[in-house]
């Protein structure tokens, strides 16, 4: 064994996992060397969750990164010819319909990022798994990609470090485990470990279950947990015997049972003959934090498997026998049997990405084997050129606000995401019930007075209606369709639809406290923000206005929208809530890099903000302003900044609307904002839910929303948001905006889609959430640009002012066209769409009071 150096450009702890080893293996790709892995295993580890992961793979996700990821991980396991392409099962059991639904669900998602995926009859089912009893199921999905890493991960992982070793950019050192981070000035210098310490200028946790105790050592945490899992073998079972399959059977999942089953191949094999099930616990979860966990020589098996009697998942496993009777019939094999650990998360996301207080130390943590390479591959892409090519918001570690890392916080959380790992299925728009009530607007009291409907996000308790405006619903009865289906219906409040009218009629309030707000400060603030934002920042001209904004990447791509209030001594930044904590890390860094003097301080929660718009708003507003002639359009013009006075408070008042109707953002203080509440509640004007605001006019309106219509994988142009001149001043991503300026088209542009059918085969009227594939009517195939960017929808609403089906997607060059006929598929059902716009076109006309059909 080399003996143990004392420098290294990179040091990985846990580089036994499968994760540790393909992000050493991606990093030497990407031209690295001088790296250094510990384990306090051996490696392959012998105790963490690659050493006995199921190790399968399926592709299902709703989501297009974690589908990539998944997806590139199959690749890379079969081209290191690990990796049986066995397919897969999920399926929905007679009367379960929410299952069945679900697995069309998933179809859909499949046909939007990628995978084939398809739904399939029990007789076909049971064709493809002998072992299934046809009777007990409805239908199936069938994954023909799926499949299993053999002959164990741990095997991929062990190949990956030794192919490192032998090309001489990797040190592997087992047995040694990591004892204190050192860090100087903010940044990480270097690891003590059990055999001496490394300096470094890299260091990257990929511990796994352990994950948070290194994190400790930085002084922070991960939001995280490990989760009992239990694994129960059955057998003998020699069906396959002689064969010298790892897997002879494609994976079975029974999610609507929490559980899966798989056999295990020749008895010659890896695990040696027998029937696997495996089930996540919904009822009362186990939790256990890495403290908790025993070394490997003080349990039975490994520091993650402790007893596990039968008797813990009786109801399920009978339940499975009644699916498989294959389990009755063979003897369970207790001592071969265990609960192993597996990592769950407070949003179902892993934490990747940079430490928010130590640069150079980075995170690869809560990754499952199904996306080790592919995470691996996103860390070190992401390392070596400061991006990925996949929208990586989801899982950056800095998206998280501090209250999201406290320890009860990531347990509540935890516990709920560990109840639902395979049921029930997730709602588009599932709230959480664990931590709410964190952070609540001034006016919080009286929003639940008025009945209000509420939803979280960053913290914040938002009211997506009010109970007290039921009664618009008759005088809107003919604009606001009841939504007969119930997943269409779920976590969505009817009179959010009627509000908006009575907005459009008159005006109304709607409470914006989940702003996310940044203070930038300091001699260099405006050089900075000029730097990072794509809009012109400096000068004499843009003090007093507020500008709305973008950051670019490197390569030019939107990574952040936002408004600056450009103001004498400082700007503000105003942000959405959950984009917010990401981009203040994202500012601190660069003004880090780029050596400026600014202070950069969160103020989110010293402000609030209410909207007020409408066709009345001005006339409105001049109720309770203390100098009404102020408010004149000759005196405000649009996107100025004006300091007014409200029941003697002091708002800074922004000419701006994001619901299409003329009005404001009132900006002040947190503690004035109930006095200003009320003083407009007192001239008889309506609160008017979120809903409104984030989903049906701003559609409505053909206007752009963060992470989900704006993400890094498309730039200014193709979201027709670029400015008509490019500012003089040099900004990140200038280069290739450029670039994409001078071309004659765009590969792709956002455009406008209004469903122009919506009636489903059982005749019910659908209003599709989530993300629907777009396809070509002629051939039923995924549109697909000439960037191999797949087309869905990014956003979709039903808009009640045009009385359609609203959605936003970025269709290929040669598809934008006006008029355009198209299909989306919503629950493995083909409706009409119609291309209404290409790029930013309005269907609602404020000015003119007048809806574009």
């Known amino acids: ?42 490696i392959p580890t012998d105790i963490g969750s690659t050493a006995h992961a199921s190790d399968f793979c399926y592709a299902t996700s709703h989501d297009l990164l974690s589908t990539w990821s998944t997806m590139y991980s199959m690749d890379f396991y079969e081209k290191m010819g690990h990796y049986a392409r066995i397919g897969g099962l999920e399926v929905a059991r007679v009367g379960d319909d929410e299952r069945m639904a679900e697995l069309k669900r998933r179809v859909d998602s499949g046909r939007a990022f990628g995978t084939n995926v398809r739904m399939i009859s029990a007789a076909e089912a049971k064709e ?45 050192f087992a047995n040694t485990s990591a004892l204190e981070l050192i860090s100087e000035d903010g940044r990480i210098t270097g690891v003590k470990t059990t055999r001496g310490t490394i300096m470094a200028d890299h260091v990257v946790v990929c511990a796994g279950l352990w994950g948070r105790l290194i994190a400790e050592m930085a002084g922070e945490d991960l939001p995280v947990m490990p989760v009992d899992h239990p694994l129960t073998f059955f057998g003998p079972y020699d069906a396959f015997a002689g064969t010298g399959k790892e897997i002879g059977y494609p994976l079975l999942r029974d999610q609507g049972n929490s559980a899966y089953l798989r056999d295990t191949g020749d008895p010659k094999s890896t695990e040696g003959g027998q029937i696997e099930w495996g089930y996540y616990y919904e009822k009362n979860p186990r939790l256990v934090h890495p403290r908790e966990i025993l070394e490997k020589d003080q349990a039975r098996l490994s520091p993650s498997q402790r007893d596990l009697e039968l008797e813990d998942v009786i109801e399920p496993l009978e339940r499975a026998m009644e699916l498989t009777p294959i389990l ?97 299925p997730v709602h588009t728009r ?13 006016f919080h009291e009286r929003e639940v007075e008025l009945g209000g409907y509420f939803m979280e996000l960053g913290g914040w308790e938002r009211a997506h209606g009010y109970a007290a405006n039921e009664h618009l619903l008759e005088k809107y009865a003919d604009q606001v369709p009841v939504r007969e289906n119930e997943w269409d219906n779920r976590h969505f409040w009817r009179v959010s639809n009627a509000e908006q009218l009575e907005m459009s009629a008159d005006c109304g309030l709607i409470n914006l406290s989940h702003f996310h707000m940044t203070d930038i400060a300091g001699p260099d603030h405006v050089a900075l923000m000029e730097y990072l934002c794509a809009a012109k920042i400096g000068g004499e001209a843009t003090i007093g206005k507020g500008i709305y904004t973008h950051m670019l990447d490197d390569e030019g791509n939107v990574r952040a929208d936002f408004t600056v209030f450009r103001m004498e001594d400082r700007c503000r930044l105003v942000n959405g809530a959950d984009a917010g904590p990401r981009d203040l890390v994202y500012m601190r860094r660069m ?52 300091t007014i006075e409200i029941a003697g408070r002091k708002v800074s008042a922004f000419r701006i609307s994001y619901v299409g109707e003329q009005g404001w953002e009132l900006h002040m203080r947190y503690e004035d ?62 280069e290739k905006h450029l ?48 960037l191999g960017r797949r087309s869905y929808t990014t956003s979709i609403a ?15 060059w040669d598809y934008c066209e006006v008029g355009r006929k198209l299909e989306i598929s919503y629950f493995d059902e083909v409706y009409p769409v119609e291309v209404a716009g290409v790029g930013y076109a309005p269907l609602y006309d404020p000015q003119n009071l007048k809806p574009r059909s």
């Open 1 to 42: 064994m080399s003996a143990f150096p004392n420098r290294a450009n990179v040091v990985i702890v846990g580089l036994g996992g499968i994760v540790g080893a393909s992000v050493a293996h991606h990093l030497i790709e990407n031209g690295w060397d001088g790296i250094v892995g510990i384990d306090k295993s051996g």
């Open 128 to 172: 493809k798994f002998p072992l299934l009893e046809e009777d007990q199921i409805q239908g199936a999905m069938w994954d023909p990609d799926a499949g299993l890493v053999i002959p164990r991960s741990q095997t991929v992982a062990g190949k990956l470090v030794d192919a490192g070793v032998a090309a001489g950019k990797l040190t592997a």
């Open 328 to 424: 009755g019939d063979l003897g369970f094999n207790e001592s071969h049997s265990f609960n192993g650990l597996l990592q769950t998360t407070t949003d179902g996301g892993p934490s990747m990405g940079e430490s928010r207080k130590l640069r150079g130390l980075w995170y690869a943590v809560a990754i499952w084997v199904k996306d080790g390479p592919g995470m691996g591959k996103l860390i070190a892409d992401w390392m070596t050129h400061g991006r990925t090519h996949i929208d990586h918001h989801a899982i950056d570690y800095a998206r998280f606000n501090d209250f999201q890392l406290d320890p009860e916080f990531i347990r509540g959380r935890c516990e709920e995401t560990a109840a639902k790992i395979y049921n029930p």
């Open 430 to 442: 599932e709230p959480f019930a664990n931590g709410r009530g964190i952070r609540r607007s001034p």
């Open 591 to 642: 003004a880090q890099d780029r050596g400026l003097d600014v202070t950069i301080t969160d103020v989110t929660e010293d402000y609030t903000t209410i909207g007020i718009w409408g066709p009345n708003a001005r006339e409105t507003l001049k109720k309770v302003v203390a100098e009404p002639e102020r408010l004149e359009v000759e005196n405000f013009p649009f996107a100025a900044i004006r």
């Open 673 to 734: 904002g109930l006095a200003v509440w009320d003083a407009l509640r007192a001239t008889g004007i309506i609160a008017v839910g979120v809903e409104t605001y984030a989903n049906s006019r701003r559609l409505e309106k053909s206007l752009r929303l963060q992470n989900a219509d704006l993400i890094t994988q498309y730039n200014l142009y193709e979201a027709d948001l670029a400015r008509p001149k490019v500012k003089e001043a040099e900004f990140r991503g200038k």
């Open 739 to 786: 670039e994409y300026r001078a071309r004659a088209h765009q590969p792709a542009m956002l455009c406008t889609l209004v469903m122009t059918d919506n009636i489903d085969s059982t005749g019910v009227a659908r209003y599709p959430v989530g993300s629907q594939p777009v396809l070509d009517p002629a051939t039923g195939e995924t549109l697909v640009d000439a």
């Open 798 to 812: 039903f808009g009640p002012s045009i009385g359609r089906n609203i959605a936003l997607a970025y269709l290929p």
